[in-house]
Structures are given as C-alpha cells and as structure tokens.
C-alpha cells in the first residue's frame, strides 16, 4: 500500500477503516501498516471509546506528579551528603528507620531529586566475570559460616604499612572484626582471631583465600592458623585459587571500606584503626543491606552458642585407630614407610582408620586429610 503524502492521522483512520470492512484480519492489516498486533489493537479500542480525537498521540506526562515536600527534599538531598556511598534505595530505609512517621519518597523519586541537585554520580559499569564452581557450605544462619581475609595493605601518613585484617558472618554480613594490622603474620593474625573468638564464640566453619597465614604448604594446605581451627572444631573452606568472587560480599565489603577510610589514610595506624571502627559500627547497625530485606546486619547476628575454651581441648581418636605423632621434619612413620605431611604438623598427633584393604584415611581432629594406598604406598590428599 502507498503511505506518501499520508500523515499518522490518515494512517490510523485508514486502518480501522479496513478492519471495520472486515476484508482483512488483523494479523494482515498488523503486517501492511508495519504495527504490531498490540498496537493496531490500541488504536482500535481509543478509536471505539472515544471516536476519530482517540487516535492522536497522547503525552507521556503522568497525569498525576507527586510533590515532594521542601522538608522532605532537604532531608534527602542532606542524607546524600551524610551517606555518598550509599544509593537511594539504603538511604530511603535509613531514613524510614529514623523518622517512620515521614512519607519518605520512592528510591526513583529519591534518585531524580539527587540528579536535578547535581548530586547523583554516573552509573559505573562493571565487567561481568566468569564465577568457579565452588562447594561452599551454605550460610543459613549466624555463625554457619565466617569469611576472612586481608585487604590489600597501604601506607599510613607515618610510612608504616597497614594490613586490614576483616573477618565477618556470611549469613548476616556483620563485621566481627576489623583490625589495622602491623604485619599480616600467623602470631597477630592468631591473637585477633583468638579475641574476636572470645568475644562472638565459635563458627561451625571459616572461609578463606588460598594465601598465608591461612592456607600452607602440604598435605591439605593446612597452616599452623588453620591447624589451630580444626583442634576447635571448626571446618576449615577455602575458595578455589584466583576466584575472589566467590567471597563476593567480602570483596565488596572491602571495596567500600577502602573508599570510606583510605583516601586519604590517616596519619597513624592507631588513627586508621579509629576511621575502621567508626565505619564498622555504622555498617554493622546503620547501613541497610539488600539481602537482609533492607535492615542492618545488627537486627540479625547474635553471638555463637559455642564459646571459646580457654584451653585447647586434647585430641581424642576412636581405640581402633592407629595414632602417629609427628616429628620434627613433618612426617610420620607408617611401617616401613615415611609419610611427609606438614610442617604445620610438627608435634601434633594424627591418626589413620582403615576403610578397606590397605586402604587407610588420615585424620587429624575429626578432618579427614588424605587416604593412603599401601599396596600403591601413596598418599592423596582429600579434596576440598
């Protein structure tokens, strides 16, 4: 059909015109004017309401725009001040939370009186990664799961370097601790564990890098940190090698509290450790978070019914297995063998069951470590 010379107007009327002839379907007429079904529809039911004016365009405009109160508005734009980090939606429930009485407006309406101040940054766009598959345990409940890792490390204004030790719930994403560490050995890193340990009690299991001092080198990559989890009956997780993602929270975790408390750094470690833990005690009972319906992680975590001995509990294996005690160079003696395990090992006491013929699983707590093959006089280690 030619359309030259014809306006929308003529188009439109044309069309119902034709369907009104019932000489075509609409499926046909759909395809000749180049509309989709839904539209030619559209057209036709204006057209029947209310006759040929139905059929001109229609402004976008709402026909109802909601005035948001100077009060209001105010408020809002001086939350974006308070909070720069935080986007429209987690400043509207921070601001519900501390005047429910106030009809706060919608995060879209929050975002375009952040754009007409000037006050709302450019999207950023981020690159999509490719996740590992991972058997991460899952975090159903506090203290199911903690996460721990180090940030990457920065200098003070004293030239000191600092090296944020985080460790945190996974159900809940509460900050157990956040510490500004001189140096990231096993002896500073033990002695925060040891205290955040004694104050929120023990997890049923840590997850961590692949790095020192959590993961070695040996049998298990068990380090002399981790060592000392598995004889406190925690499970020791480990993210597979250069997948950061799959501790996402934590990663993102770090990532807003570098841009909170590092730049600048403060002057001193002991000044560092102040901006952290005025951050944190924000994070933890401020800050709504999207996965907990837009409450703060306070409002969830509770401390872990297992509390921390003062004293290591022995090692304790069933009669029937056969216990070894590792010796100085990290090995043990198997009849006429010698197995290397660890130097995390040295000291400590292990123990092998048999699970079949020549066939024998190394334990050292209750974690399995590896099975030895006699016949094949092999050690494999148990995956994780």
Request: aromatic share 10%.
């Amino acid at each position: 059909m030619p359309w030259h010379g014809w306006t929308l107007m003529d188009l439109r009327r044309n069309l119902i015109k034709d369907y009104h002839s019932q000489a075509w379907t609409m499926v046909a007429l759909s395809e000749a004017y180049g509309v989709s079904r839904k539209t030619a529809y559209k057209w036709l039911q204006r057209f029947e309401a209310e006759g040929t004016g139905g059929l001109a365009d229609r402004s976008r405009r709402p026909h109802h725009v909601a005035r948001v109160e100077e009060a209001v508005r105010v408020a809002v734009c001086a939350a974006r001040h308070k909070k720069p980090d935080w986007g429209p939606r987690k400043v509207r429930s921070w601001l519900a939370r501390q005047q429910p009485e106030v009809a706060w407006p919608s995060r879209v309406t929050i975002a375009a009186i952040w754009r007409r101040a000037g006050l709302r940054p450019a999207a950023v766009r981020r690159t999509v990664r490719v996740v590992a598959p991972s058997r991460r345990s899952p975090a159903t409940e506090p203290n199911a799961v903690w996460t721990v890792d180090f940030k990457g490390d920065f200098r003070v204004g004293s030239g000191l370097r600092c090296y944020p030790l985080t460790v945190r719930d996974a159900a809940t994403r509460y900050t157990l601790r956040c510490a500004a560490l001189a140096v990231p050995d096993y002896a500073t890193t033990h002695r925060q564990l040891t205290r955040t340990f004694a104050e929120f009690g023990l997890p049923a299991c840590i997850r961590s890098d692949n790095g020192p001092p959590f993961a070695g080198v040996g049998l298990g990559r068990i380090s002399q940190l981790s060592l000392y989890w598995l004889r406190l009956d925690i499970r020791v997780e480990r993210i597979a090698p250069g997948h950061p993602e799959q501790n996402g929270s934590h990663e993102q975790f770090h990532r807003i509290l570098k841009a909170r408390t590092t730049r600048p750094p403060a002057a001193t470690l002991r000044g560092q450790q102040r901006r952290f833990d005025g951050f944190c005690r924000e994070y933890n009972e401020e800050r709504p978070h999207e996965a907990l319906a837009d409450t703060p992680p306070a409002d969830h975590y509770r401390p872990s019914g297992r509390p921390w001995p003062a004293q290591l509990p022995p090692l304790e294996y069933p009669a029937h297995w056969e216990v070894r005690r590792v010796g100085s160079n990290g090995c043990i003696r198997w009849a006429n063998d010698v197995l290397f395990l660890s130097r995390a090992f040295i000291g400590q006491d292990v123990a092998l069951e048999e699970v079949d013929d020549g066939i024998w699983t190394l334990y050292f707590a209750r974690t399995p470590l590896a099975r030895w093959y006699a016949r094949e006089r092999r050690l494999r280690a148990v995956k994780d």
